[in-house]
């Protein structure tokens, strides 16, 4: 059964995030806006559409007397209604009704002097005080404005109640509300538009020129490590187009310590490859046994020295070409790692009569102190070695070499110490690059490639500590100084 290839989700670009981030918000601000727009127009209209009801009502209620026969009668009451009704006449209605006693009974007789005599109720209000509601009068929407009055007929004795009403459709006013919350939608429809339409242009102008950097890129040639030009870019994408160059220099820079270190290499191995060939073939041409051997006897010192010299350029390749990093870290005695180290090279010092020693602090001679650090023991032992190999190489016969371990505030040291012929101080920052000697030693230091001090630098960093040359303090000589921070965790 073939297994499908699983496809990691697309991300969202920056349009999409910028208008799911702007969108939802601006639509919901408009739409607020909107409705509170809505209802103060609703009540501004109807207020309006209010107080025009309102006059005629007054109009009426000015109007009522009693007449001579003791009737209360509605004076003018026609000239009311025709300008009530003067426009739109079918959409509105007027009434006028009275009855006796304090409060109309709608179960008792009603007599209407003026208009539509069936025109919805009012609910129960105070006497003189004007009311509105809304009806539906005839399957018609109505805005009634209605307003009870008393009347008295002082001769009689009579109290009359008079209610009074005027009506109006509300279809003309829902109609301008709709049109006007119409309007308002589709301006804010055309802004939203507007405002995607802007996000959308905005972001891809904004994104102009970095697509003219990506076009770039993939033009270039593979070797091509020139930094990424910033100009025109968005000021807010300066600092990555900045880390990038600095990761192409980075690069630009490891890839010429490579081939520099490839051509350093092989021209240090041509070398002794062309004396190896030269000897071999002298070896074979010999018919002297003794001669042979002695051919034979130089071939396989020239062949430990070749190792040697391919085993330090892996280290230093090692040491200078990774990520920086201890691989396995762990707490150590620098002190025991350091003992161990003299250990080691005490049969190659007794080969050259030098005295190789280890030196305790005065604090520690009854128990030796530990200074602890956290580092890989193989790097930590290949410093210590190289440090220590050094010394025995550029020590004369008979000289003197002593190792010690201490503390020194949060650092934790190691020093090699030797008296030797030293190294003058404007050449001591020289030596530690590869394949640099000293040019005042020995004619024994041209047999080594010029690698030790270069790889242990190289550990020692990786290490997180650093390596310095420094005078003895006293004779002569070098004092080879390992600093390394103290482990505070143990």
């Known amino acids: 059964m073939a297994m499908l290839r699983s496809e990691k989700p697309r991300r969202f670009g920056l349009r999409t995030r910028l208008l799911a981030l702007l969108l939802p918000g601006l639509i919901a601000l408009l739409a607020l806006d909107s409705w509170n727009d809505y209802r103060a127009l609703t009540d501004t209209v109807t207020a309006a559409w209010d107080e025009s009801l309102l006059e005629p009502v007054h109009a009426l209620a000015n109007s009522i007397v009693v007449g001579a026969d003791g009737s209360v009668q509605v004076h003018e009451g026609f000239s009311v209604e025709a300008m009530f009704g003067a426009t739109s006449a079918r959409y509105k209605q007027l009434h006028v009704g009275v009855a006796p006693g304090r409060a109309i009974d709608p179960a008792a007789a009603e007599r209407t002097l003026l208009g539509a005599s069936d025109l919805p109720a009012p609910p129960p209000s105070e006497t003189g005080k004007a009311i509105f509601y809304d009806a539906v009068y005839r399957q018609q929407p109505l805005r009634i404005a209605a307003m009870r ?62 697509e003219r950097l990506r076009d770039s890129l993939r033009a270039r040639r593979p070797d091509d490590l020139q930094p990424l030009d910033a100009g025109g870019v968005p000021q807010e994408v300066v600092p990555l187009v900045e880390a990038v160059n600095h990761h192409i220099e980075s690069h630009r820079r490891m890839l010429a310590d490579h081939a520099r270190f490839l051509a350093d290499a092989s021209h240090q191995l041509r070398t002794p490859l062309a004396i190896l060939s030269i000897q071999a073939g002298y070896a074979v041409r010999e018919t002297d046994p003794a001669r ?91 410093v210590l070695s190289n440090l220590v190999h050094n010394a025995i190489k550029y020590t004369p016969v008979g000289g003197t070499i002593t190792v010690s371990a201490r503390c020194d505030g949060a650092s934790a040291v190691a020093e090699v110490s030797d008296n030797g012929p030293g190294i003058a101080p404007e050449r001591r920052a020289q030596v530690f690059e590869r394949f640099q000697r000293d040019a005042g030693t020995a004619a024994e230091a041209t047999r080594g490639a010029g690698l030790g001090l270069a790889i242990a630098r190289g550990y020692a960093r990786r290490q997180g500590g650093e390596i310095e040359l420094a005078d003895p303090a006293v004779a002569s000589g070098l004092r080879a100084i390992l600093r390394l921070p103290l482990a505070t965790d143990a």
């Open 292 to 382: 042979m051997r002695e051919s034979l006897d130089a071939i396989v010192v020239q062949l430990a020295r070749t190792r040697r010299l391919s085993e330090q350029l892996l280290a230093f390749a090692h040491a200078t070409h990774e990520d920086g990093n201890p691989s396995n870290p762990a707490h150590l005695d620098l002190g025991a790692v350091a003992r161990a180290v003299v250990l080691q090279y005490l049969p190659l010092a007794r080969e050259k009569q030098q005295d190789l020693g280890w030196m305790e602090e005065p604090e520690d001679t009854v128990a030796p102190r530990q200074v602890m650090v956290k580092a890989d023991e193989a790097e930590l032992h290949e």
């Open 149 to 210: 009055q008393t009347v008295h007929d002082n001769d009689a004795h009579v109290a009359w109640q008079v209610l009074i009403q005027a009506a109006e459709s509300t279809s003309l006013r829902d109609r301008a509300l709709s049109d006007s919350l119409r309007q308002g939608l589709w301006r804010d429809t055309r802004m939203l538009l507007v405002v995607t339409l802007l996000v959308w242009l905005g972001i891809a102008w904004t994104l102009r020129p970095l």
